[in-house]
Every structure is written in structure tokens, then in C-alpha cells.
């Protein structure tokens, strides 16, 4: 599995527009999300599909896909509750 390239976040460019607006994540590059000075969200692509590494609690990142407009917005949701959790 790669890291998704420019060309491979075309697709969740809704995503990405949700994700720039939201206070506490700064994007460092192009689907690379930092929360304070760590590494707090990214992206991969494989023949499967487009997945997120997110790390929502603790210092592991989870990966979870995000193929589907559900998903996509269960991502969302997940990242929101996690930066008013903090």
C-alpha cells in the first residue's frame, strides 16, 4: 500500500474541503493533516480502494477505508468528535 498521490485525492476532494475546515488540523501537504506538531491524519491507496490513517486516540493510527460517501462521512464525524474530545 502507497501513500495516495495527488491524482488518487481528486476522489475525496469533498472530504479534504470538510477536513481543511476544521480548527485544529493544519494540512502540512496535500492530505497530510497534523494535529499540533503530530502527524494526525493521511492517506493510502491500494487496487482496493482509497483508506485513512487516523490517529484518534492513543498513538496508533487506525486505518479505515474510505471507498463509500459513508464512509467518507463516518471519517468526518469520527475526526470531529475526536478534536472536541481534546
Not at 500500500?1 to 476532494?13: G, I, K, Q, S, Y
Not at 477505508?65 to 463516518?74: A, D, E, F
Amino acid at each position: 500500500m502507497r501513500h495516495a498521490t495527488p491524482d488518487d485525492l481528486v476522489e475525496l476532494e469533498n472530504l479534504l474541503a470538510s477536513l481543511r475546515a476544521l480548527d485544529g488540523l493544519v494540512e502540512k501537504k496535500p492530505g497530510t493533516f497534523y494535529r499540533r506538531s503530530r502527524a494526525f491524519l493521511h492517506f493510502h491507496a491500494d487496487p482496493a480502494g482509497l483508506y485513512a490513517d487516523v490517529r484518534l486516540e492513543g498513538d496508533d493510527f487506525e486505518r479505515r477505508p474510505v471507498h463509500t460517501r459513508g464512509q467518507r462521512n463516518g471519517l468526518l464525524r469520527d475526526v470531529r468528535a475526536a478534536l472536541v474530545g481534546s
